[in-house]
């Protein structure tokens, strides 16, 4: 959530001042690249605590110790698959298989 509300922070800050830059005419490259300087200038001067807990949460979730992100569907199959085990002691399941190379 923390990365979302600097994203968006930092978006509130650029499209007005795209805007800007394009009113006054300075063709559509140089006003974005003129806002997306300035919306990061003010972001790193004004905004440290956000960018600090958006940086926080994408360590957390690329360090290795978040819970992965899984689909109902993901879910309700290892739940089928699961079951399935349960109740067939007597089936292996081979998950490491890979196919050989031609």
Not at 33 to 61: E, P, V, Y
Not at 72 to 101: C, F, M, T, W
Request: hydrophobic share 50%; proline share 4%; glycine share 4%.
């Amino acid at each position: 959530m923390a990365f979302l509300k600097y994203t968006l922070i930092r978006l509130a800050l650029f499209a007005p001042l795209f805007a800007l830059f394009l009113y006054l005419r300075l063709g559509v490259l140089l006003a974005a690249l003129c806002a997306g300087m300035m919306a990061f200038a003010i972001s790193f001067l004004f905004f440290q605590k956000q960018r600090d807990a958006a940086t926080a949460t994408l360590h957390h979730r690329f360090s290795g110790k978040a819970k992965p992100l899984r689909s109902a569907g993901e879910v309700a199959d290892a739940e089928a698959e699961d079951r399935l085990v349960d109740e067939n002691p007597d089936i292996a399941v081979q998950s490491d298989y890979r196919p050989k190379d031609s």
